[in-house]
């Protein structure tokens, strides 16, 4: 098993910087990927191995990942990236995703 | 443009039996390995099972290890779940996802169904 920390829910102001940690044991020699799941609808991958902007994701989003740490961060945060966004990692032959973190932007 | 069509959920008893089935397009689906992904209501993404290109390696997570059964059928580009002896915590949305690399049966998932529903009620 291998588990990975999130917070519950993180607080932004609309045009704000947001930023969602994804804690885990030297997390940061895994490639860490991150979605964005709104109610109703199918996850979307917004970053992928750790720094990876998918294509037609917004420049706004950006990754880290170093140490027992990776770090989804949302500059400029806007009313439509309010959702759960959840972190997943591959470990010895298995798929973990963090509990999901809320974002909300005020 | 690649598409994951999910189907089969229903509701089904406890100690029951279920086929999920995954149909994809717009992608050469025998070279990629792909995934099943579940949500239960007000809970987080929790993996379920990966098949790599050839499915003859096969993953599953601890919970439902011994009861679920992936499967493809690269002739008609179709992933399959099958359900047995499912519980109650076993409820949720069912989504088949595809890795964004080439042969690999895990990674960052890129393509997502639209998911679909099982729920396991008496």
């Known amino acids: 098993s291998y588990g990975l920390t999130q917070p519950l829910s993180v607080s932004v102001a609309l045009g704000q910087t947001a930023r969602i940690t994804c804690g885990g044991d030297n997390i940061g020699s895994k490639n860490v990927h991150w979605y964005q799941k709104k109610t109703g609808q199918a996850p979307v991958l917004v970053i992928c191995r750790g720094t990876e902007r998918p294509s037609g994701i917004p420049e706004r989003f950006s990754g880290s990942n170093s140490g027992n740490t990776a770090t989804l961060t949302i500059n400029g945060a806007q009313g439509g990236d309010e959702a759960d966004y959840y972190c997943?990692?591959?470990?010895?032959?298995?798929?973990?995703f963090g509990a999901g973190t809320k974002l909300t932007v005020l | 443009e690649a598409q994951l069509v999910e189907s089969g959920g229903g509701l089904v008893r406890p100690g029951g039996s279920l086929r999920l089935s995954c149909v994809t397009s717009?992608?050469?689906?025998?070279?990629?390995?792909m995934d099943w992904v579940r949500q239960s209501l007000g809970k987080g993404l929790e993996w379920v099972a990966a098949?790599?290109?050839?499915?003859?390696?096969?993953h599953y997570a601890d919970s439902v290890k011994g009861r679920f059964t992936i499967s493809r059928d690269d002739s008609g580009n179709t992933l399959y779940l099958q359900m047995n002896n499912v519980r109650d915590d076993d409820t949720a949305v069912y989504y088949c996802a595809r890795p964004d690399i080439k042969g690999a049966s895990v990674g960052a998932f890129d393509i997502w169904g639209q998911g679909t529903l099982v729920t396991v009620s008496s």
């Open positions: 098949i790599n290109v050839a499915g003859d390696y096969l």
């Open positions: 717009g992608f050469a689906f025998g070279s990629y390995g």
């Open positions: 997943q990692v591959w470990h010895t032959s298995a798929v973990f």
